[in-house]
């Protein structure tokens, strides 16, 4: 009996497919990398691949496909399956040095799409020359939105999801929320705000764009400019002030193409800003005759330029006005640019705020009776006037007004008033305030000082020789040393706690009140024996006030009456 055998061939599974991983890398000279070559199905029969480059004098390849970085550049490694010819690729990039990734953006930050569609994200990584610019792509709610290795996206339900993009190197994050929606929601138009604005050449605002309806599915806008030398507008809305000049700016929806614009007024260099509660306002200023860059914005879609000026004052100031309608929402900011303005008036007009301290150019500024509670001038450097008196301040700043020289900030509630840089003042007038400390030993020029109505306890005027009047009524003082003041000639200072006054050298001396103080007989006499002798001054004019004293009814007055004083009980 004879056996038999009978071959039976093996069953052969062929290769459908490769994959490469990373389909992608960044190399330094020099250094290696191993790709992985995954053969498909993993049960092929032959899974055996050969590698190859495009350009060897980038990257070399070895047959177990293992990279080789040599020079800066970019190839392609292909890796080919003996079974079937199938390809696969890596992009490498080999670069001197290593760049690294300081952050991430997408493209767009949101966006909306029906069920079913599409959209890829634009990652760009900074800087642009970074080396490895590799991302990785995540979504916190794929029943919603997915998103695949590339950053395309794919909407599956109605809802809200989060995706976002990190960077391999740093894991740098940027995310765009996607909002899914089951039908196209149509735009049916769209509002900027503000409609009107107006800006100083550089400074920069970013318009808002508001879609109608807030639920429509496509929200992108594109911006525009009419005029670039005037304004600039970048794709998220912020506007740049290039020059003098008026630009109007427009956003256009990308569903249904409606617009909306905004009018932008550029001006100059010098700006003042302003906020009002009243229904009227007026004011003056002094400009040149000759100006292309003044406008005022009256907060209300109005403005005006030189040429809408009310009137022209005898002394040259220009006067403008502007009455509000019924329907305007108060308080309104008011704002005036150029760079010519000298003087500004503007008492009297329920001003809650003001701000000049980017007009350096103005000498002269009232501001009184009003209701500002905080003024800082010493960006004006040039400022040798103000006023701002019957006010709400609590806080004045004057350092930076070396060539101030008139100060009038009466009936404020100021607790601090700092002048010693403002060595040029010869006029300051500060009664009816909070103050408890007044220091003016810097201010030698000075010659009118009125410091009443105020909480101080010492006051010295040493070094203020040049005064001719002090005032420094009601305050809590306890001695006054008038002595190196030769040239005063009128002197307040009643309402005080003093004891005694040497008038010893104060031969200008005509008006002397020192009522209501703690002088006894005997001190009032010893102040009538300093008096400057008035005798032969033909008018009998000169004043002194001791009544409110304690030693007021037993004086000896005719001691000063033979000098030429009449004595006021």
Known sequence: MVACTKNSEELVIPVTGVTLDPPAASLLIGRTLTLDAAVEPAEATNKTVTWSTDDDQIVTVNSEGELTAVAPGTTTITTTTVDGKFTATCTVSVVEEVIPVTGVSLDPPAASLLVGRMLTLDAAIEPAEATNKTVTWSTDDDQIVTVNSTGELTAVAPGTATITATTVDGKFTATCTVTVVEEAISVTGVILDPPAATLLVGETMTLDAAVEPAEATNKTVTWSTDDDQVATINSTGELTAVAPGTATITATTVDGKFTATCTVTVAGTGVITMTTMASYVWFTMSIPFETDDFIIDWGNGYTSNINDAKSVLPNGQRMFDRHYSS??????????????????????????????????????????????????????????????????????????????????????????????????????????????????????????????????????????????????????LTTLDVSNNIKIRNLECAGNQLTNLNANGNSELNDLDCSYNLFTTSALNDLFRTLPDKSDTSAKNNYIYISGNPGASECDHSIAEEKGWRVVF
Do not use: H
């Open 327 to 476: 329907e305007s929402t108060f308080p309104l900011n008011i704002t005036i640019f150029g760079s010519n303005i000298v003087s500004l008036s503007c008492s009297n007009q329920q001003l809650t705020y003001l701000d000049v301290s980017r007009y350096t150019a103005l000498t002269y500024l009232s501001c009184d009776n009003n209701k500002i509670t905080s003024l800082d001038v010493s960006s004006n450097s040039a400022l040798t006037y103000l006023s701002c008196s019957y006010n709400k301040l609590t806080s004045l700043n004057v350092s930076g007004n070396p060539e101030l020289t008139n100060l009038d900030c009466r009936c404020n509630q100021l607790k601090t008033l700092d002048v010693s840089n403002n060595t040029a003042l010869t006029d300051l007038v500060c009664f009816g305030n909070q103050l408890k400390i007044l220091d003016v030993r810097n201010n030698t020029a000075l010659t009118n000082l009125a410091c009443n109505g105020n909480l101080l306890t010492a006051l010295d005027v040493s070094k203020n020789t040049a005064l001719t009047n002090l005032t420094c009524n009601g305050n809590l």
